[in-house]
């Protein structure tokens, strides 16, 4: 699973609609780069350097996967689009746009196109003064300061006038409304990967399998018809402990819990794995356990055909996971989709990511994003 990078970026516009400018750039960099998931104030600012019109200025955090030098080529592609040019060794100048990128995770990289934290951030009054509406625990890497500490000793004197209150783009999609939401897939389909990604964004609890953990799953793929039935009994208990515990501290109303599987999952790999006499055992003991777990206000099922899951399995590079046969694929999506027509009370959403890489493609993330706000909708 990979994992997330925090960027912070600091916005400003002294030319044309000021406020326009950075309301359009932070939608640019939400579509194309990562994803907003913290909004400063904007406020008004002298212009810092050089004589001319005062700026609008902001500062957003972003979460992504991207690395850092590929964030600094679609930024600077974000301002071109925005009728920003850079021109090299002119100096301080008035502009419709101007980003910068102020800090990634605790990286500290100098080089010749790149140098983070930005080298003039503690400075500078309208970089540390939105960046204090973000709330981050984030400490100077290199100076051991906190951004409220910078600002304090901070050599600027700027007044920074509050200008008005800007929109997250991610207000758009009320996740809120729901207090748990399964996501769910083949294996490969990227679902810890993409229910990790969204419990992060939306600040929302994440419930993972721990799959890791159980003994029996490398055995299981050395010899099946061994192994199934303590792994699949033992996958139930597990789970069933897991969402016991995690959905029993659910304050309905107030908090919402994604998690990256569903207790009954249990049963459609059971009915594909078990023999008849092991599966009436299982079924029994299943049918017990799933009337105290709750449902998921939500079940989002990420599709993919199973030559894309064979390349998913492949690139994640589990040993154990290598030799499974595209048939065993075609027999899982089949068990999921025959559990879901089944389900007529469930509340299910299916998304085709056949296509897609939600991981790489920024547009990728917000088309599942918008399939689940239409769903909210409807």
């Known amino acids: 699973m990979k994992t997330q990078h925090q960027v912070v970026l600091s916005l400003g516009s002294n030319q044309g609609n000021r406020s326009e400018n950075i309301e359009n750039c932070m939608q640019l960099l939400h579509q194309d780069v990562g994803t907003i998931v913290k909004v400063s104030k904007l406020y008004e600012t002298p212009a810092w350097g050089f004589e001319s019109d005062a ?6 955090l972003m979460n992504t996967f991207k690395e850092a030098d590929e964030i600094l080529a679609q930024i600077l592609a974000v301002e071109n689009k925005l009728g920003r040019i850079r021109v090299e060794n002119q100096g301080y100048q008035s502009r419709s746009i101007d980003i910068d990128l102020i800090s990634y995770d ?11 934290p930005h080298p003039l951030m ?3 009054k309208f970089v540390l003064m939105p960046m204090l509406d973000l709330n981050l625990y984030w ?14 000793i ?12 800007l929109e997250n783009p991610l207000n758009e999609i009320p996740l809120e409304q729901f207090n748990y939401i399964a996501f769910e897939g083949n ?10 990604k969204i419990a992060e964004d939306f600040n929302a609890k994440k419930v993972l399998e721990r799959f890791a953990d159980n003994p029996f799953l490398p055995k299981f793929y050395e010899d099946q018809k061994r192994y199934a039935f303590p792994l699949e009994v033992s996958f139930l208990i597990d789970r069933q402990k897991q969402l016991v515990a995690d959905l029993g501290k659910i304050d309905f109303g107030e908090e919402c819990i994604i998690a990256d599987y569903d207790i009954f999952k249990s049963l459609i790999f059971a009915k594909i794995t078990l023999k008849e006499q092991e599966y009436k055992l299982y079924k029994t003991l299943f049918d017990l356990i799933h009337k105290e777990i709750s449902k998921p206000d939500l ?6 055909n199973p030559e894309r899951l064979l390349q998913n399995i ?8 290598q030799k499974i046969p595209i048939a065993y694929l075609d027999k899982i999506n089949n068990g999921y989709l025959d559990y879901i027509k089944s389900q007529t009370e469930l509340n299910v959403l299916i998304i085709d990511v056949s296509d897609r890489d939600f991981v790489k493609n920024q547009k990728d993330y917000l088309y599942i994003l918008n399939e689940i706000r239409e769903k909210i909708r409807k």
């Open 55 to 60: 700026f609008y200025n902001c500062a957003i």
């Open 106 to 116: 605790e990286l500290i990289l100098d080089t010749e196109k790149l140098q983070i």
């Open 122 to 124: 503690q400075n500078r």
């Open 139 to 152: 400490m100077h890497p290199i100076l051991n300061k906190s951004i409220a500490e910078l600002a304090e």
């Open 154 to 165: 901070s050599p600027d004197q700027s007044v920074c006038t509050f200008v008005q209150k």
């Open 187 to 196: 294996i490969g389909a990227g679902k810890t990967t993409l229910a990790s």
């Open 299 to 304: 079940y989002v099922y990420l599709y993919q």
């Open 314 to 321: 492949k690139k994640r590079g589990r040993s154990y996971e």
